[in-house]
């Protein structure tokens, strides 16, 4: 059984030991022996296939689940954070709800605190806890994180809540309690780019360590300094960003490949040996025919690693393809698409992107009639064939085995006039080994099952592929074996993605959808856009402080004002600078009894009064500019 422990004799800088930690289900072997330490300071990714174990290791560190043999080691004076890949809270609790009842580490802190104002027992040590978990300040940074992440509704309740909001609450709590150590597993998931952005950049400027799982790589490229890879039950660390992980990562897949031309080369040679000489005479016969085995196993590396060419033999897209006249579409009172007119041409690459809840998986389910429009026309083209990967996926019987799944599809593809592929050759493509083919399809992760959903389509050979978020859940080797075959794929593409790498690598232009039924095209893939809002908003940024310079300039001088202050004015504008002398002095004094302060109850006190001094400031000095404006 895995041992799980804090002592304190841990070097400083060291905040986790993972010792020869295995994992195996049933007689599925996830992982085994595996160990590696994570440094204070340390920004580290974990990348695997899916399936390999990446979330199960995870909550193996989080103490919970437990490892089947091994041991996993805290500094004694480390605070961890973990979000979960799928978080769960109960759905007849308002957000309000679960906020109070505890749910983060600082809300615990704060009720023993207030239990021994009362019972006045342990106070010192209460209060010592306060101040170690910035408790004192924990309304204010509540607030601020939620209005960051969009949570403005506390009085919804969980179970009305999208998968992104719901992702976006676990979020602001585990930010909230201000861990030394954040364990994230695929925390980009269900985030719009807003949201993706905003975590980036405030985990770049943290000085958090981190861990997680992610197969968002410009995050990873961003944010991570470290990269663990888990590949054949072996860890590789790369000290580098993403970037330097993939170049690493080709090299040794290179030297792999050289080393397997290599071994069939001899193979060959060993071959006619092996077929001109009775087996196993001697022991050194025998030691030859292992080694002969042996060189058969790495030969193979090269066969397995041969593409297959999807999309070469699709029906040919007609000069009609899809052509949407004035389509309107809203949901309860919220306008979703708004008169909208496009006609698609053969080739068209077309990312969407766009906050979540604005329409966009409902524009696909438009255009493929899965739902009608309130108003305006779809026509689809006769020779369109649409392979639809959907957010929900398809539900599998989950008794039948991984190749069997795909034959109820199609026992024998055919790609071309010469190319014909078995169930098991595409299986094998799609990065499940034989040895997976026969396991029922309820033993596959949830990464897995993705991927053989995304197998089901593309072996059907649609001309026109729409794709709503497929990268979720994916690994990325899946994806890159996915854009690579995006890139030269001949048919219409759509995709909607909060990945901005995906939908570099994949579409040349982009839906923008903004909300209240708009929408507007951009040729060119997210980077390009992203680059090109951020110079726009620079322009309307020295526009407005343009216009205010110039609205200072013109104004009339103090000798060529005309307006002259009333009596009633000037005794207002006399009042009003002892107001704000007055106003600055008391904030000045709370803000100083505020540092030494430790009853909670006079911190509530104080900081309501500096958030209505700051108010009446804002107003009186507002006021006062006005009046300032008028001569005597």
Same mark, same amino acid.
């Given at each position: 059984?895995?041992?799980?422990?804090?002592?304190?004799?841990?070097?400083?800088?060291?905040?986790?030991?993972?010792?020869?930690?295995?994992?195996?289900?049933?007689?599925?072997?996830?992982?085994?022996?595996?160990?590696?330490?994570?440094?204070?300071?340390?920004?580290?990714?974990?990348?695997?296939?899916?399936?390999?174990?990446?979330?199960?290791?995870?909550?193996?560190?989080?103490?919970?689940?437990?490892?089947?043999?091994?041991?996993?080691?805290?500094?004694?004076?480390?605070?961890?954070?973990?979000?979960?890949?799928?978080?769960?809270?109960?759905?007849?609790?308002?957000?309000?709800?679960?906020?109070?009842?505890?749910?983060?580490?600082?809300?615990?802190?704060?009720?023993?605190?207030?239990?021994?104002?009362?019972?006045?027992?342990?106070?010192?040590?209460?209060?010592?806890?306060?101040?170690?978990?910035?408790?004192?300040?924990?309304?204010?940074?509540?607030?601020?994180?939620?209005?960051?992440?969009?949570?403005?509704?506390?009085?919804?309740?969980?179970?009305?809540?999208?998968?992104?909001?719901?992702?976006?609450?676990?979020?602001?709590?585990?930010?909230?309690?201000?861990?030394?150590?954040?364990?994230?597993?695929?925390?980009?998931?269900?985030?719009?780019?807003?949201?993706?952005?905003?975590?980036?950049?405030?985990?770049?400027?943290?000085?958090?360590?981190?861990?997680?799982?992610?197969?968002?790589?410009?995050?990873?490229? @961003?944010?991570?300094? %470290? *990269? !663990? +890879? #888990?590949?054949?039950? /072996?860890?590789?660390?790369? =000290?580098?960003?993403?970037?330097?992980?993939?170049?690493?990562?080709?090299?040794?897949?290179?030297?792999?490949?050289?080393?397997?031309?290599?071994?069939?080369?001899?193979?060959?040679?060993?071959?006619?040996?092996?077929?001109?000489?009775?087996?196993?005479?001697?022991?050194?016969?025998?030691?030859?025919?292992?080694?002969?085995?042996?060189?058969?196993?790495?030969?193979?590396?090269?066969?397995?690693?041969?593409?297959?060419?999807?999309?070469?033999?699709?029906? @040919?897209?007609?000069? %009609? *393809? !899809? +052509? #949407?006249?004035?389509? /309107?579409?809203?949901?309860? =009172?919220?306008?979703?698409?708004?008169?909208?007119?496009?006609?698609?041409?053969?080739?068209?690459?077309?990312?969407?992107?766009?906050?979540?809840?604005?329409?966009?998986?409902?524009?696909?389910?438009?255009?493929?009639?899965?739902?009608?429009?309130?108003?305006?026309?779809?026509?689809?083209?006769?020779?369109?064939?649409?392979?639809?990967?959907?957010?929900?996926?398809?539900?599998?019987?989950?008794?039948?085995?991984?190749?069997?799944?795909?034959?109820?599809?199609?026992?024998?593809?055919?790609?071309?006039?010469?190319?014909?592929? /078995?169930?098991?050759?595409?299986?094998?493509?799609?990065?499940?080994?034989?040895?997976?083919?026969?396991?029922?399809?309820?033993?596959?992760?949830?990464?897995?099952?993705?991927?053989?959903?995304?197998?089901?389509?593309?072996?059907?050979?649609?001309?026109?592929?729409?794709?709503?978020?497929?990268?979720?859940?994916?690994?990325?080797?899946?994806?890159?074996?996915?854009?690579?075959?995006?890139?030269?794929?001949?048919?219409?593409?759509?995709?909607?993605?909060?990945?901005?790498?995906?939908?570099?690598?994949?579409?040349?232009?982009?839906?923008?959808?903004?909300?209240?039924?708009?929408?507007?095209?951009?040729?060119?893939?997210?980077?390009?856009?992203?680059?090109?809002?951020?110079?726009?908003?620079?322009?309307?940024?020295?526009?407005?402080?343009?216009?205010?310079?110039?609205?200072?300039?013109?104004?009339?001088?103090?000798?060529?004002?005309?307006?002259?202050?009333?009596?009633?004015?000037?005794?207002?504008?006399?009042?009003?600078?002892?107001?704000?002398?007055?106003?600055?002095?008391?904030?000045?004094?709370?803000?100083?009894?505020?540092?030494?302060?430790?009853?909670?109850?006079?911190?509530?006190?104080?900081?309501?009064?500096?958030?209505?001094?700051?108010?009446?400031?804002?107003?009186?000095?507002?006021?006062?500019?006005?009046?300032?404006?008028?001569?005597?």
């Amino acid at each position: 059984m895995q041992k799980y422990e804090k002592i304190h004799y841990l070097c400083i800088m060291n905040y986790l030991s993972v010792d020869n930690i295995s994992k195996a289900f049933s007689d599925k072997l996830l992982f085994e022996n595996i160990s590696f330490g994570i440094e204070k300071g340390e920004k580290t990714a974990l990348i695997a296939a899916n399936g390999t174990g990446k979330s199960t290791m995870m909550r193996i560190l989080v103490g919970k689940e437990e490892a089947d043999g091994g041991k996993v080691t805290f500094n004694e004076n480390v605070r961890v954070g973990y979000l979960e890949q799928l978080p769960k809270f109960d759905p007849n609790l308002t957000i309000e709800d679960v906020i109070a009842t505890g749910h983060t580490d600082v809300m615990r802190v704060i009720k023993r605190y207030e239990e021994a104002l009362v019972n006045q027992v342990d106070l010192d040590k209460a209060t010592a806890a306060m101040d170690v978990m910035q408790a004192w300040s924990y309304d204010l940074r509540l607030k601020q994180l939620l209005s960051t992440l969009e949570i403005n509704d506390l009085s919804q309740k969980i179970g009305t809540l999208s998968g992104g909001q719901v992702k976006r609450l676990a979020l602001a709590l585990v930010l909230l309690d201000d861990p030394d150590m954040l364990f994230l597993d695929e925390p980009t998931n269900h985030l719009d780019m807003q949201m993706v952005e905003w975590l980036e950049n405030y985990l770049t400027q943290s000085n958090v360590t981190l861990f997680m799982v992610t197969h968002d790589r410009y995050f990873l490229d @961003r944010v991570c300094n %470290k *990269i !663990l +890879e #888990m590949y054949h039950g /072996t860890i590789y660390t790369h =000290n580098g960003n993403f970037d330097y992980y993939v170049r690493k990562s080709r090299e040794r897949e290179e030297n792999k490949r050289i080393a397997a031309e290599k071994a069939g080369q001899m193979m060959k040679h060993e071959l006619e040996w092996i077929r001109s000489t009775p087996q196993a005479r001697t022991g050194k016969a025998k030691a030859r025919i292992d080694a002969f085995y042996d060189l058969k196993e790495k030969a193979r590396m090269i066969r397995d690693n041969t593409e297959i060419q999807f999309g070469l033999d699709m029906q @040919r897209l007609g000069g %009609k *393809i !899809l +052509e #949407m006249k004035g389509v /309107t579409k809203k949901w309860d =009172n919220q306008v979703l698409l708004k008169d909208f007119d496009y006609i698609f041409k053969k080739g068209e690459r077309i990312g969407i992107i766009g906050k979540n809840g604005v329409g966009k998986s409902t524009f696909l389910n438009m255009i493929t009639g899965h739902e009608a429009p309130d108003s305006g026309t779809i026509v689809t083209g006769e020779t369109v064939v649409y392979g639809y990967y959907t957010q929900g996926g398809i539900k599998f019987d989950e008794n039948k085995t991984v190749i069997d799944t795909i034959r109820d599809i199609a026992e024998v593809v055919y790609y071309g006039k010469d190319m014909v592929y /078995t169930a098991d050759k595409l299986l094998a493509h799609f990065m499940f080994p034989y040895s997976m083919h026969r396991q029922p399809v309820a033993l596959l992760s949830g990464g897995e099952k993705r991927r053989l959903y995304l197998l089901t389509i593309l072996i059907k050979n649609p001309n026109f592929l729409i794709l709503d978020e497929p990268t979720n859940d994916l690994d990325i080797l899946t994806l890159q074996k996915l854009e690579d075959f995006l890139q030269g794929y001949k048919g219409c593409l759509i995709v909607v993605s909060h990945d901005r790498y995906f939908l570099d690598q994949t579409v040349d232009q982009l839906f923008v959808f903004e909300g209240d039924g708009a929408v507007k095209g951009f040729m060119g893939n997210y980077s390009q856009y992203h680059d090109w809002l951020e110079e726009r908003n620079k322009e309307i940024h020295k526009a407005q402080v343009a216009e205010r310079v110039d609205t200072r300039e013109n104004r009339p001088k103090a000798t060529e004002r005309i307006k002259k202050r009333s009596f009633k004015e000037q005794r207002e504008y006399e009042q009003l600078a002892i107001d704000i002398e007055n106003l600055e002095k008391e904030k000045k004094e709370l803000t100083s009894q505020l540092e030494n302060q430790t009853d909670y109850q006079e911190i509530d006190r104080i900081g309501k009064r500096l958030t209505e001094i700051n108010d009446l400031l804002d107003e009186k000095e507002m006021r006062w500019l006005e009046l300032d404006e008028i001569s005597i």
